[in-house]
T-cell receptor
Framework: AQTVTQSQPEMSVQEAETVTLSCTYD???????LFWYKQPPSRQMILVIR??????QNATENRFSVNFQKAAKSFSLKISDSQLGDTAMYFC????????????FGAGTTVTVRA | DVKVTQSSRYLVKRTGEKVFLECVQD?????MFWYRQDPGLGLRLIYF???????EKGDIPEGYSVSREKKERFSLILESASTNQTSMYLC??????????????FGQGTRLTVV
């Protein structure tokens, strides 16, 4: 399995502030996909954002954006204007472009947004 | 509205029991997955299937088996449950097209406790 590392077990942020979650990965592949998933207390995993390694432009989805540094094998997630509903566990995940579509996940970062 | 449904949200079983975890998807997806989620370890792949009656081992298949007799249903079987299989189990499905540009959808998880 690919190695995906999330070094921050927990983070806390004030409502309306910005928080950045880090993720590094290890691979010898040249093309692959990276994802951030959100798991709120309801336990429903939700895809937040995805990035294809061949695309140099960083992906953005509303208040969520990534900083993809391919050479450094780094894929951080920035949550801007944090909202109470952003409180969740966030998982970074890696997928090779093979037909099995297996995801390799990091250990997760618990984000708490304070009112 | 796409859906992956796991038969139980909570399950308590005794050591040595045979346990079945059921997962059904209504999206006609070819690929289905079983992950195990543990604190500090993230999600780890147990088994996956890319077609009816086809199965492949993931990263931690020991103590588990699977069955896929119909395209929409993927069952995880614990032949003889042990306390170290106490965990959250997540099922996912994904279409076989689009690579990483198509989303994997997750069920809401089954929290299994083996006593």
């Amino acid at each position: 399995a690919q190695t995906v590392t999330q070094s921050q077990p927990e983070m806390s942020v004030q409502e309306a502030e910005t928080v950045t979650l880090s993720c590094t990965y290890d691979t010898s592949e040249s093309n692959y996909y990276l994802f951030w998933y959100k798991q709120p207390p309801s336990r429903q995993m939700i895809l937040v954002i995805r990035q294809e390694a061949y695309k140099q432009q960083n992906a953005t989805e509303n208040r969520f954006s990534v900083n993809f540094q391919k050479a450094a094998k780094s894929f951080s997630l920035k949550i801007s204007d944090s909202q109470l509903g952003d409180t969740a566990m966030y998982f970074c995940a890696f997928m090779k472009p093979t037909n099995d579509y297996k995801l390799s996940f990091g250990a997760g970062t618990t984000v708490t947004v304070r009112a | 509205d796409v859906k992956v449904t796991q038969s139980s949200r909570y399950l308590v079983k005794r050591t040595g029991e045979k346990v079945f975890l059921e997962c059904v998807q209504d999206m006609d997806h070819e690929n289905m997955f079983w992950y195990r989620q543990d604190p500090g370890l993230g999600l780890r792949l147990i088994y996956f299937s890319y077609d009816v009656k086809m199965k492949e081992k993931g990263d931690i298949p020991e103590g588990y088996s699977v069955s896929r007799e119909k395209k929409e249903r993927f069952s995880l079987i614990l032949e003889s449950a042990s306390t170290n299989q106490t965990s959250m189990y997540l099922c996912a499905s994904k279409t076989g097209t689009g690579g990483g540009n198509t989303e994997a959808f997750f069920g809401q998880g089954t929290r299994l406790t083996v006593v």
